[in-house]
């Protein structure tokens, strides 16, 4: 399995081949492989090669469009490397940023998503990591700010 993701990943840096990844089915094969794996390694080659795809439009479709997408990136923040938290953050800053809908934003809400980023503000995850997170509490602060999913020890961290 890693040489294939190797070899995707090696492939996907090129515009074109997202699409053709996306088109292809990848986005559900990484997140069906996601809720199963938990060796660190074959994680991040998952997490880089889902940012990659995710970097199209059809990446980012699919991985909405997948029920368990955005829970399973979030998930894997804090939870498999350092590498891989800044990756997941990565993904959900591209659909944050380019794919947001009030539907996206909410369920992310529900997911827990704000809370975990408001948690990366305030652990070492690496500057890029947390300005990441960052960016994307602030975009989306006016449907976050007030939400009681948001537990009150994180509201101290959470960016105006």
Known sequence: MKASLQVLVNACPFGR???KAAEAGAIRVLVDLLLDSSEKRVCE?????????CQSAEGRAELLNHPGGLAIVSKKI??????GSERAIKILHSISKFSSTPSV???MLSLGVVAKLCLVL???CGS??????REILKFHA?????SPCIPNNLLSSYPF
């Open 45 to 53: 080659f998952m997490l880089v090669l889902l940012d990659q795809i």
């Open 78 to 83: 804090l939870r498999v490397s350092k590498v």
């Open 128 to 133: 890029k990591g947390k300005e990441r997170a």
């Open 142 to 146: 006016k449907a976050w700010m007030n």
């Open 122 to 124: 305030q652990v070492d």
């Open 105 to 107: 934003v909410q369920e």
């Open 17 to 19: 081949n997202r699409v």
